[in-house]
């Protein structure tokens, strides 16, 4: 995910980001004001955000003072101005404790916010690290108005505030919330990464003008569908500004592809990756001393299997083993930008004029995805894949409404590469899926359970019609490890530290892929008569979803290779955008799909297709539905993943 989310509470918490994160995760000097510690560590002030500022006094873009920070996250909830506050009271005539009173927001609380960490794609950042200034300011303004949306949806969609007796009644914070926004240019390795803390207050005004506390299970609970809503808002906006498109990627085999901006190699976002490196080495031992782990008595401590659970807990305590002390000496953006891109061109295994010309390898990549790649969403089919794929994905197959929509949006940016699509569209798609293929098994025990957003789904498929879910391969009982005075064992020849092999529980995606085609092959063949009209118009959609190299036009023949294209031939490619694109190493050139291999694809659809039109009449007729045809071109897989390139990309968390 490319938005995290952490508690903060007052006292060592509230310190720790007074003390560090409010200036760009360096080390704050003793008894130094936060605007020039600021200035010293090189990043803007802060600056307040949300609707709910007017309630405070305070307006949108205005800089944080230490004090409002201080009033507001560190005093347990109270008025930002609540020394002014206090002190007008006093004046007044007014007890301490009245004083005290009025510059409070409701009850004293003891988590007194949430941590909202927004950062984009590693290939957008490498776009704002290394490119010109005018390239800087587009991402930098995608970035700004993406927290902004992302912001105003938890207001309208998710911020909830609970009261009543155990807080069985919830309201919306009519007013909106208050958040303060940090900003930050690079990660604790030295690499760019341009991102932003937005520290989002729990407190909230109810109708009747009394303040509640905003419910932060409900803000952990959407922080996929915020993600994913981020992610499309960033790469549609870049994407339409700057001429570019973005391409699906493999990170982590099994895993669903992440969306990059096409054209940036491979090899800038390894640059990036070395922190990733570090945590997946040290993950991969935290995981052999998981499975060889014994108690007294020599029997194993843990499952000899290593769940998705277990993995993400691993992983964080590999984070912060690994994690890097703070950086040094402050160095301003212009500095930072000519030292990354130095770096880059000396460290990264890039050419130097593919760094210096990175736009201009995105666009012209970007020029050959948009040629032959439509932008078709076909809501109803949508539907299918969103509903397969979330009910594949969730453990006994039950889900709520927020993973069916982080699943939309997903989908969305899958299907429209770049492109901007119409408000609301992700709604759509959710009210299709929940409206045709989810049934409703809430049992509600309270009032929140009768909620929309916390009604309890199932598909409307049985596990018969998906395919068998996938048996855990036999693991043998682990043997108990060797004693801390004998000599480590021997290692495979070639294999290094962290390389073991290491029984983990098969991931789901791949199947939750294979389900979404299995179920759009039932419903063409069990309502055959009802979508023949439409056509079930696959085709055009699919165009959309599957990956470029399955989709380009044939190939000129090898001996012309390094001929234009013909004028007045729409479909061809040009060969010079193809040559740019190949030499950016994207997934087109990482696959080594040639010409030959590209003829061949084309006649395998083709001669499927044709053979699938001539058995279409008979789907009418048909009582039971078939064993689903051989993979066609209106028969691809929607998420189809790609397979990983050399260079594979950084793993979860930046």
């Not at 549609?236 to 570019?244: A, F, N, Y």
């Not at 890039?350 to 201009?360: K, T």
């Not at 609301?424 to 049934?439: E, K, M, N, W």
Request: with cysteine; charged share 25%.
């Amino acid at each position: 995910m490319t938005v995290d989310i952490r508690v903060i509470r007052a006292g060592q918490m509230y310190r720790y980001y007074l003390r560090e994160t409010v200036v760009g995760d360096g080390r704050r000097p003793a008894r130094t004001p936060l605007r020039p510690a600021q200035e010293q560590a090189g990043v803007p002030a802060g600056s307040w955000m949300g609707r709910g500022l007017a309630a405070l006094g305070l307006a949108p873009g205005e800089e944080v003072t230490e004090g409002q920070l201080r009033n507001l996250f560190g005093e347990r909830g109270r008025h930002p101005y609540a020394d002014r506050i206090e002190a007008d009271r006093l004046a007044q005539g007014a007890s301490p404790k009245q004083a005290y009173r009025a510059g409070a927001l409701g009850r004293r609380v003891t988590v007194t916010g949430v941590d909202f960490v927004f950062r984009p794609q590693p290939s957008i950042y490498l776009l704002w690290a290394l490119g010109d200034e005018e390239t800087r300011l587009v991402i930098e303004a995608a970035h700004e108005r993406a927290i902004v949306r992302v912001v105003e949806w938890i207001e309208d969609e998710v911020a909830v505030i609970r009261y009543g007796k155990d807080g069985i009644y919830r309201v919306r914070p009519p007013g909106g919330l208050v958040a303060a926004r940090f900003r930050h240019y690079e990660a604790r390795s030295g690499r760019p990464l341009l991102h932003d803390h937005v520290l989002l207050s729990v407190k909230g005004q109810r109708l009747d003008g009394a303040w509640g506390s905003i419910h932060t299970t409900a803000l952990y609970e959407n922080t996929v569908a915020a993600s994913a809503l981020y992610n499309e808002l960033v790469a549609s906006e870049v994407c339409e500004e700057l001429g570019l498109a973005t391409e699906p990627r493999t990170v982590t085999e099994g895993r669903r592809p992440v969306m990059e901006i096409a054209g940036v190699p491979h090899g800038l976002i390894r640059w990036t990756a070395r922190r990733s490196d570090q945590i997946a080495t040290c993950l991969a031992e935290l995981e052999h001393e998981y499975v060889t782990a014994v108690d007294d008595d020599g029997e194993p401590r843990f499952l000899p299997v290593v769940s998705e659970r277990a993995r993400a807990k691993l992983n964080q305590i590999a984070a912060r083993k690994t994690r890097p002390p703070k950086k040094g000496m402050a160095r301003s953006l212009v500095q930072l930008r000519a030292d990354w891109k130095q770096s880059a061109i000396l460290t990264s295994g890039v050419p130097a004029d593919v760094i210096s010309s990175l736009l201009e390898y995105a666009r012209a990549a970007a020029a050959v995805i948009r040629a032959r790649v439509a932008a078709v969403v076909d809501v109803v089919l949508a539907a299918v894949d969103v509903a397969a794929t979330v009910f594949v994905m969730n453990e006994g197959g039950r889900f709520h409404r927020r993973h069916l929509l982080a699943e939309a949006r997903r989908h969305l940016a899958l299907v429209l590469r770049g492109r901007c699509r119409g408000p609301g569209l992700d709604d759509q798609v959710v009210a299709a899926a929940i409206a045709t293929h989810c049934l409703d098994i809430t049992e509600p025990k309270t009032i929140r359970g009768l909620e929309a957003g916390y009604r309890l789904y199932t598909a409307r498929w049985t596990l018969s019609d998906l395919p068998a879910r996938r048996r855990r391969a036999p693991v043998s009982a682990p043997e108990p490890p060797a004693d801390p005075g004998e000599p480590a064992a021997p290692r495979a020849p070639g294999q290094d530290a962290g390389e073991r092999e290491i029984p983990r529980v098969p991931l789901q995606y791949d199947r939750a892929v294979l389900a979404g085609a299995v179920v759009r092959e039932q419903l063409r063949a069990t309502t055959a008569t009802a979508v023949r009209g439409r056509a079930y118009d696959v085709v055009a959609h699919q165009q959309a979803a599957m990956p470029e190299q399955l989709l380009a036009p044939e190939p000129a023949e090898a001996e012309h290779d390094d001929q234009e294209p013909e004028a007045g031939r729409g479909e061809a490619i040009d060969m010079k955008a193809l040559r740019a694109l190949r030499e950016s190493r994207t997934d087109v050139e990482a696959l080594d799909i040639t010409a030959e291999r590209l003829r061949h694809l084309q006649d395998a659809f083709t001669a499927a297709a044709d053979r699938a039109h001539t058995t279409m009449g008979r789907y009418t007729h048909r009582d039971d539905a078939e064993t689903p045809h051989p993979a066609r071109r209106d028969d691809q897989q929607t998420h189809r993943p790609q397979q990983p390139g050399p260079h594979r990309g950084r793993d979860a968390g930046h």
